[in-house]
């Protein structure tokens, strides 16, 4: 009998391909599914062909569903409802509490099928946040936290959660059953890179969107006065105003911004790194993905100073810093011309990268959907 999983992805697949995440079995964790059918919430994504790999050896299909406001998603539930009644899977998947999650959640609710829930973000700072700087996005996050997140967030069967600083906002919304499983990481993938012989050195990276809460403001200011260049990767809409701070702070010549790249190459970028750097919000994220990557290529490390008591082991393998631009000058310049420290620290990002690594994943992903089919 053929074992079938349903996906609420965060995002059309198209988003993905834009931002260079399609990244193989994420999907279908040790080709333990021999169909995977991804619910996509735009009119027309891409095609299957071009993201086949996240699917590993099953049939893959994209079931287009349409662009949904959240306060009408009732009037959608039907056609949703159908469409995963005619795929019959044995689990469905969400990656979010929010209105893919609502779907996903409505349909294991009434067909009675295990739900698989992972939760990569920290709404309630979010909402935090928002209600300081952004009132109208507030009031929609506010509306979720009412009337939508904790019905996910409490019919999920099994919650992971990628780094720790999550727990809290899961047990507040009534979840159970939860685990901490970070992002996967193919370590032999990171561990290979090909240094690019254009970029200048020593080279500080930042690769994270373009957005507030990464603090690329930061690490552009530290780099005032530090003999060194940098390099950020990434999309957003925060990208005019930093280019306006690099002219200002007069570091045309030093700083640099290009696009995200193909996550296939993306390794490349760190092996030609000497530090990596990312000021974001600790309260938001622990552990996010390009620090994760960072690790696995033997990169030195600066990330701001963890919330008290969610560090996710990262101690003995990064440098914390105050989240402003002299705590980053002074902590990336102590690496810069420090060798023995530099060394230490990226034989320990390497050993700590185990934690990631794919492989190990994969297989806890998979004994996971195996026993909710089970329980089933």
């Known amino acids: 009998m053929k074992r079938k999983i349903c996906i609420f992805p965060n995002d059309p697949m198209m988003s993905y391909v834009?931002?260079?995440?399609?990244?193989?079995?994420?999907?279908?964790p040790q080709n333990f599914f021999d169909e995977v059918h991804i619910i996509s919430?735009?009119?027309k994504d891409v095609g299957e062909d071009k993201i086949q790999i996240v699917a590993g050896n099953a049939k893959l299909k994209i079931h287009e569903i349409g662009k949904i406001a959240i306060n009408k998603r009732k009037n959608y539930v039907d056609n949703v409802m159908d469409i995963v009644k005619s795929i019959?899977?044995?689990?469905?998947?969400a990656y979010n509490s929010r209105l893919e999650g609502w779907f996903a959640a409505n349909c294991a609710d009434k067909l009675n099928i295990p739900f698989f829930l992972s939760i990569h973000t920290q709404m309630d700072h979010n909402r935090k946040i928002a209600k300081k700087t952004n009132f109208k996005k507030y009031l929609g996050l506010k509306y979720l936290e009412k009337f939508i997140e904790p019905y996910v967030i409490k019919q999920a069967n099994k919650i992971t959660m990628v780094y720790r600083v999550i727990e809290p906002y899961i047990l507040k919304k009534g979840g159970k059953n939860i685990e901490l499983l970070y992002n996967r990481i193919d370590l032999s993938q990171f561990s290979n890179g090909n240094k690019i012989e254009r970029l200048p050195i020593p080279l500080?990276?930042?690769v994270g969107n373009l957005i507030k809460e990464k603090n690329h403001e930061c690490v552009i200011k530290a780099m005032k006065n530090l003999e060194a260049h940098c390099l950020i990767i990434g999309k957003g809409n925060d990208f005019e105003r930093l280019q306006k701070i690099i002219k200002d702070e007069k570091l045309e010549n030093k700083i640099q911004i290009i696009d995200s790249v193909p996550h296939?190459?993306?390794q490349n970028y760190y092996k030609s790194a000497n530090v990596f750097a990312l000021a974001y919000n600790p309260e938001l994220e622990g552990l996010p993905m390009p620090v994760m990557e960072?690790?696995?290529s033997g990169l030195p490390i600066v990330i701001p100073f963890q919330k008290e008591g969610f560090s996710d082991g990262l101690e003995n393998s990064v440098v914390f810093s105050e989240r402003n631009p002299h705590g980053f000058h002074k902590n990336?310049?102590?690496i810069l011309n420090n060798q023995k420290i530099s060394h230490e620290l990226s034989m320990n990002c390497i050993k700590k990268s185990k934690d990631f690594d794919e492989e190990r994943i994969e297989k806890r992903e998979a004994e996971i959907y195996?026993?909710?089919?089970q329980r089933n």
């Open 332 to 334: 990336i310049k102590k």
């Open 370 to 373: 195996a026993k909710l089919i």
């Open 41 to 43: 919430f735009i009119d």
């Open 294 to 296: 960072a690790m696995a």
């Open 204 to 206: 500080i990276l930042s």
């Open 88 to 93: 019959n899977p044995d689990v469905i998947r």
């Open 264 to 266: 296939n190459e993306i």
């Open 18 to 28: 834009e931002k260079g995440e399609i990244k193989k079995r994420y999907f279908n």
